[in-house]
Structures are given as C-alpha cells and as structure tokens.
C-alpha cells in the first residue's frame, strides 16, 4: 500500500480508502460481512476509513465503529463529515456551531472513539456565515475533538472565500515550555491576555515584551500597570467581549499601529538586575531601620 500526505499536512493516509457510503448500515448491515470487510481492508495496508453522520442515518458510524475498535487507534485515520438534516428539528442540519459541535459529539458516541482525524463540511452551507463554521471547527481542533477539517462538494471559489477571510489572524497556542518561547512568538504578531490575574504579568506579558511583541490586556489592575494603553500595547474594558474584540479589529486593520508599538516597549530586566535591584532596596531599607531610634515611627 502507498500512502500520501493529506496536503501540506503530516499526516499520511492510504492511498485507497474504505467509505460507509450505501453500504455499512444499509446494504452491509450483518456484523460478521462488516468485520470481514473492514478487517481486510486494514490488513492489505488500508488505514483511511472515511464515513459521515448521513450514512445510513448514523448506522453506518455505528458499524464501522464497533468493528474498528478491534484495531489499534494510532494506526487509524478516520474522517467523517455534517451537513445533511439528521432529523426533522430545524437545527439539526447545516454549518452552524451548534449544528457542528453536536454532530462531532454524536460522531464519537457512535463510532465509539476520542476523536476524528479529520472532519468535513459535506456541503456548502449558504444560511451560516462563512466565520462561523470556521471558528467552530477551529474551537473543535483546539478541544482535540478534530485533528484536521475540510470540505466536501465545495467550488474552488467557496475555498477561496473561506482564505481571503484571512481567519488565521488568531491563533491558539497550548501549553508550552519556557524554552519555545521564541520559536512560538516568531509565528505572531500580537499577544492576548483576556486574565486579569496580576501573576500573567510575569509568565506572558514580560515574555511578550522580551521578544518584542504588542500585547492586547484588560484595563485593570496589575495588567494595566504592566502594559501602557497606546505605548507598548492596547487596552480593552474588563469583563467586555464586544469590545475586546472591537480591540483586536483595530489592531489588526490599523496600518502602522504594530510597528508604533512594538517600537514603545521597552526592554526586559533580566533577573541578575531584578534581583541586584532587590537586593539594594532591602540594604536601603534595613540601613534606615538601624538609625531609626526604638519605638520611633518612620
């Protein structure tokens, strides 16, 4: 069996596929023939199992699924798509988020997995906003519900659109090591902190600074002290989504406006200077307590 990569993406699937289409849960509805199946297909190299809630009205998830438990999961890709009305209920159909995250959940309940590999959009959905579908499979690969998304039956111009939405702007970093900090803020232009906990200061905001990056915080407290409004970063009101996002608008369509703040900040302490700092001020401090004659107030 060859295998190809899926795009420009690591992930390596089988040249040949096996798909639930008509078949799994509709006309292959007896277990045994199911297995038989599914077990030859992987053993002759197939590791690209493709199905969609649609088929056979979710049987043939089920199907496929009990049979592809007898595998192990590493070795399988396995993709499924939404779209197409799985009941009479208004919002069971289409692109929305809501559409879309309950259509991943009864995905795995059915196909009894963590996760799907990849995940398309069957078709074109004209009622939903093209932003909103997006950001929801982007909410779903940050979940680890999905590892990748596409599409299925879209025009070459449908793709475009969903590209010159420019909706990477935003991107989502895990947990990371202190270590790739420079590698990780080398792929972004501006760094977001929606906490108001002054204790972010230190872990993202000096870092931010450090590699020369405007940062976007709340307007109160310890982040406000850290970041000066129009200087080294922007500020957005406490506990106001709207208008964080009106903030992350400006910063993103303002020519100039990166370039203005990133020149404002300034540079980092290091820690042998913190601490040097420190340590004159509690030698200052504990020379002027000395002098102070006892019972004295300063």
């Not at 190299?45 to 979710?58: E, K, L, P, S």
């Not at 915080?217 to 970063?233: F, K, P, R, Y």
Request: proline content about 4%; hydrophobic content about 40%; charged content about 20%.
């Amino acid at each position: 069996m060859n295998y190809r990569r899926l795009g420009k993406s690591g992930l390596k699937v089988s040249a040949l596929s096996l798909g639930g289409w008509t078949t799994f849960g509709d006309s292959v509805a007896d277990h045994r023939l199911a297995r038989d199946i599914l077990v030859k297909a992987y053993d002759n190299g197939i590791n690209f199992f493709d199905i969609a809630n649609v088929y056979a009205r979710g049987e043939a998830e089920k199907l496929m699924g009990s049979v592809l438990r007898l595998f192990p999961r590493h070795t399988l890709v396995i993709s499924s798509k939404a779209f197409w009305p799985m009941s009479d209920d208004v919002n069971d159909r289409g692109l929305s988020r809501k559409h879309l995250f309950e259509s991943v959940h009864a995905s795995l309940r059915r196909i009894g997995t963590d996760y799907l590999d990849l995940f398309f959009c069957h078709r074109w959905d004209a009622e939903t906003p093209l932003e909103e579908t997006v950001r929801a499979l982007d909410a779903l690969v940050h979940q680890g519900k999905i590892l990748y998304w596409g599409t299925s039956e879209w025009t070459g111009a449908q793709i475009q659109a969903a590209l010159d939405r420019n909706l990477d702007r935003v991107t989502f970093v895990g947990p990371y090591a202190h270590r790739d900090v420079g590698r990780l803020m080398a792929h972004i232009d501006w760094v977001v902190v929606p906490s108001i906990w002054w204790e972010n200061a230190p872990m993202v905001i000096q870092e931010a600074f450090m590699h020369g990056r405007p940062v976007i915080c709340s307007d109160i407290g310890g982040m406000a002290e850290a970041v000066t409004h129009g200087v080294d970063g922007l500020h957005f009101r406490v506990g106001d989504p709207w208008h964080l996002a009106d903030v992350i608008r400006s910063a993103t369509g303002t020519p100039g406006l990166w370039q203005q703040l990133r020149a404002g900040i300034q540079p980092v302490r290091q820690v042998e200077t913190t601490s040097e700092r420190l340590c004159a001020s509690y030698l200052r401090l504990l020379g002027q307590s000395r002098r102070q004659p006892v019972g004295a107030v300063p």
